[in-house]
């Protein structure tokens, strides 16, 4: 199966930006895509984007129009850009790899295959 690494992540100021990136290795499937969740302390993990084999992107609506999720299939290699941050974006973020439809996607469920986190928060 596919091993996923991760990297990116740290500390920002609200209004910041922050790249992380998802590395994907050893046996992957070129149908499957790649989507990010996010987890805070006490909460369940939750979906924030996702890009599908074919470049359909999917977006949790608490993070339209600020992050954009891309992949760079050379590299075997989603990003996650997160702009204009807020303090409510502290979380681990987590990418992982399924293969998953528009509705599908945003359940956690359906994947096995995850990162190992990284960590990110933003400052008030």
């Known amino acids: 199966q596919a091993q996923l690494a991760q990297s990116g992540g740290g500390l920002v100021e609200s209004g910041g930006s922050m790249r992380l990136s998802c590395t994907l290795s050893?046996?992957?499937?070129?149908?499957?895509?790649v989507s990010w969740f996010r987890q805070s302390p006490e909460k369940e993990r939750q979906f924030v984007a996702a890009i599908n084999y074919n470049g359909a992107t999917y977006y949790a609506d608490s993070v339209k129009d600020r992050f954009t999720v891309s992949r760079d299939n050379a590299d075997n290699t989603s990003y996650l850009q997160m702009n204009n941050l807020t303090p409510e974006d502290t979380a681990v973020y987590y990418c992982?790899?399924?293969?998953?439809?528009?509705?599908?996607?945003?359940?956690?469920?359906?994947?096995?295959?995850w990162g190992q986190g990284t960590q990110v928060t933003v400052s008030s």
């Open positions: 050893g046996r992957t499937n070129p149908r499957y895509g």
């Open positions: 992982a790899t399924g293969l998953f439809t528009r509705v599908s996607s945003r359940d956690k469920r359906i994947y096995s295959n």
